[in-house]
T-cell receptor
Framework: QKEVEQNSGPLSVPEGAIASLNCTYS??????FFWYRQYSGKSPELIMF????GDKEDGRFTAQLNKASQYVSLLIRDSQPSDSATYLC??????????FGSGTKLNVKP | SQTIHQWPATLVQPVGSPLSLECTVE??????LYWYRQAAGRGLQLLFY??????ISSEVPQNLSASRPQDRQFILSSKKLLLSDSGFYLC????????????FGEGSRLTVL
């Protein structure tokens, strides 16, 4: 399977701070990139997707993609305790196969 | 939008016993369907994906198999479970054209003893 690497964490940030989550991938042919949030014992849910180099913002979330460096990140501004979860990075080449990283656990402390 | 039903939600099986997990999808036709496994504290491992009835692609050699007998039905099976088969099994469906999103069912948690 294709490699998708994430720091397992846990990443601890105080409430109101910016959380920065990172992901690298091995397949240079990867075209589309996704961030999922997974609460303990639950199934993943999509937060954001990004296809083009640069930044994409959606509310408190910003995804950043650098295809030359094979790097994608997720910034969460004004972090809330409800953001505490595991964040999974996923990549796909042609929407037939999606490969996930092992996830980064985020703890937002009140 | 799509809705994915998985069952059973939880099961405990002895080593060597058979397995059948079922997934059905509503709200779409001819979807791409996926089976993922998540071991405790780990990421999602792609097991199988299917682009249509009877079309199954296997990602990882193992004692599991998958079948797609109907357009919106995807089944994961094993003839003899191993301890290492324990995990959280997730069925997923590719979103409607243009979204590129994977929608997940609520999962089936399997414990092999």
């Amino acid at each position: 399977q294709k490699e998708v690497e994430q720091n397992s964490g846990p990443l601890s940030v105080p409430e109101g701070a910016i959380a920065s989550l990172n992901c690298t991938y091995s397949d240079r042919g990867s075209q589309s990139f996704f961030w999922y949030r997974q609460y303990s014992g639950k199934s993943p849910e999509l937060i954001m997707f990004i296809y083009s180099n640069g930044d994409k913002e959606d509310g408190r979330f910003t995804a950043q993609l650098n295809k030359a460096s094979q790097y994608v990140s997720l910034l969460i501004r004004d972090s809330q305790p409800s953001d505490s979860a595991t964040y999974l990075c996923a990549v796909t080449y042609n929407f037939n196969k999606f490969y996930f990283g092992s996830g980064t656990k985020l703890n937002v402390k009140p | 939008s799509q809705t994915i039903h998985q069952w059973p939600a939880t099961l405990v099986q002895p080593v060597g016993s058979p397995l059948s997990l079922e997934c059905t999808v509503e709200g779409t036709s001819n979807p791409n369907l996926y089976w993922y496994r998540q071991a405790a504290g780990r990421g999602l491992q792609l097991l199988f994906y299917s682009v249509g009835i009877g079309q199954i692609s296997s990602e990882v050699p193992q004692n599991l198999s998958a079948s797609r007998p109907q357009d919106r039905q995807f089944i994961l099976s094993s003839k003899k479970l191993l301890l290492s088969d324990s995990g959280f099994y997730l069925c997923a469906c590719l979103g409607l054209v243009g979204s590129g999103e994977l929608f997940f069912g609520e999962g089936s948690r399997l414990t092999v003893l």
